[in-house]
């Protein structure tokens, strides 16, 4: 016997079971965002590494460690995307969508890193996330984050998510601030772990992100950028709190959230739980003002967010018992003649009722086993079909979720009843 071929490491097989609260969740998420103005941009999976070692850069983790790149037949070197912000605005460069025109975006599909694989994080990993390019107002922040606001009060997570809210800064903030922490952080190079030290000569913004728990009071007591922002960056923060203040919207300052690329300024912002311990951020985002003109456009203001789908699944089924049934008829036919029979008739009712989720049970078995797979399925009737039905030109209908008398219906009945 041939042995048997198993998926790669940290690339997950989703199965029906699963997919039937990932597309309840999707079809929420994706109806808000375009209620908000937002339309759909599907980008390739794979692109030009240069689009990340330029947006991302060389000397970071993602770049060096984690990106699945290759060379192509013709010698190009081309990467599995990271991450889809770089990809959207390359699409939005090359196709014109920027010239004296605005862009409300939103994307999914699957992001790849070669990272060691843990519950909440794998190698093959879905996002969804929304670019607003072109606005440079806190106004387009205040909605960017009460949308994603509304999407946890439709998915019913608001009381398991937590906003945290920072100001990055403009270009020159944060070149600052920089020089600071690297003061700072090597007047106690003796307490920074081997991560940090490494991080402290490329990335030193970075170090904030430190997870060791023996760093966590060294952190505490850096200098906080909120204390370095301009009158520029201050008023653009004041602003977006005095919006999400009047909208009724909570959220917690935490000056230690921070973005490791030089092309962020002013808002960050991550929506996070507990309740997935040590991979709590569900989502992130904030502006990327200097990210169009990095890749060659003209300066374009604009931000954005990414969710996490897995993350965000594990608490949606967590908080339902159950999501909708996988259909409304069970189709159940007796015989031959019967199964012909049902088969005409399924696609008349088909026909007649477009929205009709409607099963029927195709091969052998007998009545029992039949009835066993409608309730599995979770349909509201069983439509029978057996020679005594034929006979009569009639269908029996059984109500499977409600405690009512059986039906004997004609065929031209039948499509009242189901409506």
């Known amino acids: 016997m041939a042995q048997l071929i198993q998926s790669i490491r940290g690339m997950n097989d989703l199965l029906p079971e699963v997919l039937t609260y990932w597309h309840a969740l999707e079809s929420v998420i994706q109806k808000i965002m375009m209620n908000y103005g937002y339309e759909e941009i599907r980008l390739p999976i794979m692109e030009s590494t240069e689009l990340f070692s330029r947006t991302i850069g060389e000397v970071t983790d993602v770049v060096e460690k984690e990106m699945y790149t290759f060379l192509d037949r013709n010698g190009d070197s081309l990467s599995l995307r990271p991450e889809a912000t770089a990809g959207c605005v390359r699409a939005c460069l090359e196709h014109g969508l920027l010239h ?47 949308m994603t606001a509304q999407f946890w009060e439709a998915l019913g997570l608001t009381d398991q998510i937590e906003l945290q809210l920072n100001s990055l800064g403009s270009v020159a903030v944060r070149r600052n601030y920089r020089e600071q922490l690297v003061q700072y952080f090597k007047s106690h190079q003796s307490a920074l772990d081997e991560d940090s030290k490494r991080r402290l000569g490329l990335n030193p913004l970075r170090i904030l992100d430190s997870k060791n728990p023996e760093m966590q009071g060294l952190i505490a007591n850096a200098p906080s950028i909120l204390d370095y922002l301009d009158e520029a960056s201050s008023k653009h923060f004041n602003t977006l709190r005095q919006y999400l203040d009047a909208a009724g919207l909570n959220y917690k300052i935490n000056p230690r959230l921070v973005r490791g690329l030089d092309y962020y300024t002013d808002t960050a912002f991550e929506w996070v739980t507990e309740q997935l311990g040590a991979q709590g951020t569900v989502c992130g985002g904030g ?19 990414a969710m996490g789908l897995e993350r965000i699944v594990e608490l ?22 019967a199964r012909y029979e049902g088969f005409l008739l399924s696609q008349k009712l088909r026909k007649a009722l477009p929205d009709l989720q409607l099963i029927m049970h195709c091969g052998s078995g007998g009545f029992k086993s039949q009835f066993k797979k409608a309730d599995k399925c979770g349909a509201r009737f069983a439509l029978i079909l057996g020679e005594d039905e034929i006979a009569q030109h009639k269908v029996s209908v059984k109500f499977l979720r409600e405690e009512k008398e059986q039906l004997s219906v004609t065929f031209e009945e039948l499509v009242n009843v189901l409506k």
């Open 100 to 146: 004296n025109a605005t862009q409300r975006l939103w994307y999914s599909g699957p992001m790849f890193r070669y990272e060691r694989p843990q519950k909440g994080r794998y190698r093959q990993f879905y996002q969804i996330g929304a670019e607003a390019l072109g606005f440079e107002t806190p106004d387009i922040d205040a909605e960017i984050i009460m």
């Open 287 to 305: 502006r990327y003002n200097g990210l169009v003109e990095q890749l060659g456009g003209q300066a374009t203001p604009a931000i954005g967010f």
């Open 316 to 337: 949606y089924k967590a908080k339902q018992a159950s999501v909708q049934s996988k259909a409304d008829v069970y189709l159940i036919t007796d015989g031959e003649r």
